[in-house]
C-alpha cells in the first residue's frame, strides 16, 4: 500500500511553497527575499522527497504484484501436471506417480515421488531389475528406487567342498 502521508506530505509542502511564492510578490526587503526564497527551495524539496519515495513505494508494489503473479502461474501450472498423474502401488507398498493412461500420446511413465512433492517433474529411469523388481533413478535429485514385489532370491546353493 503506498503510503498516502507521503502524498498528503509532498501535497501540502507544495501549498506552501504556494503561499511563500505569492507572499514575494512586493516584497522590498533583500534579507527578507532572501529567507522566503530559501524557505521556498526547502519547501519544494521536501516535496520532491515525499513524492520521490511514495514513487519508490509503488515500484515495490508492482514488484510484489508481478511476483505474485508468477506464483499464481506456477500454482496453476503444477496443478495441471498433477491432474495428469496418479500415486500407484506398484507392488509390494512401492510407490510412483504414474502419467494417466488416455489423456495424452506421450509414452508411459513414473515420475519421482521425492521431486513431485516439491512441485518439481521428473521422469524416472530405468538402471536395472532384478526379479519382479525394476530399479529406477532419478535424474533431478538423483534417487533410487526399487519398485514392484519383492521375490525373495532362492537360496543360494552351497558347494561343498571337496573332503580332502
Ligand atoms: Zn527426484
Known sequence: MVD????????????????????????????????????????????QSSATSAQMQQMELVQQIRDLQKEIEAFNNWQAVTQRYELVDMGGDTFSYRLKG?????????????????RRKSVLQRTSSHGTQKQYQCPACKSTYWLGQHTPSPPRQVRRSSEW
Not at 102 to 118: I, W
Open 4 to 47: 498516502l502521508s507521503l502524498l498528503a506530505g509532498a501535497a501540502s509542502s507544495l501549498r506552501i511553497a504556494s503561499d511563500v511564492a505569492s507572499s514575494l510578490v512586493g516584497l522590498r526587503d533583500h534579507q527578507l527575499l532572501q529567507t522566503k526564497v530559501i524557505e521556498l527551495q526547502r519547501l519544494i524539496l521536501d516535496a
Open 102 to 118: 488416455n489423456l495424452t500420446d506421450e509414452p508411459a511413465h513414473l515420475l519421482c515421488t521425492n521431486c513431485f512433492e516439491d
